[in-house]
Nanobody
């Protein structure tokens, strides 16, 4: 069984940057696609970004393009989400997820972390 553990959330001001980390354990994740979702107050959970380990392909939600960067360290089984120019609407619980499939979506995610809270004040 695989496990994902997020860290790095916190309270920041608009315009600040923050880096989230997701450490995977319990199995080999090197063949998987990993990424991030978020759920803001009163909103449904939405896709943010993903990275496919075998070829490094990255995908982003429109809201994340240009401001967020997903990366990974295969040796550490860790994926990162670097967030810059944060806005109050980025306030959400951010969840790490992983799948054996070549694309990550809510319907394909097989592993989920517990989430880490990001709050952006104006």
């Amino acid at each position: 069984q695989g496990q994902l553990a997020e860290s790095g959330g916190g309270l920041v001001q608009a315009g600040d940057s923050l880096r989230l980390s997701c450490a995977a354990s319990g199995r080999t994740f090197s063949s998987l696609t990993m990424g991030w979702f978020r759920q803001g107050p009163g909103n449904e959970r939405e896709f943010v970004a993903s990275i496919r380990w075998n070829d490094g392909r990255t995908d982003y939600a429109n809201s994340a393009k240009g401001r967020f960067t997903i990366s990974g360290d295969n040796a550490k089984n860790t994926v990162y989400l670097q967030m810059t120019s944060l806005k109050p609407q980025d306030t959400a619980t951010y969840y790490c997820a992983a799948t054996d499939r070549p694309w990550l979506a809510q319907t394909t995610a097989q592993y989920w972390g517990q989430g880490t809270q990001v709050t952006v004040s104006s």
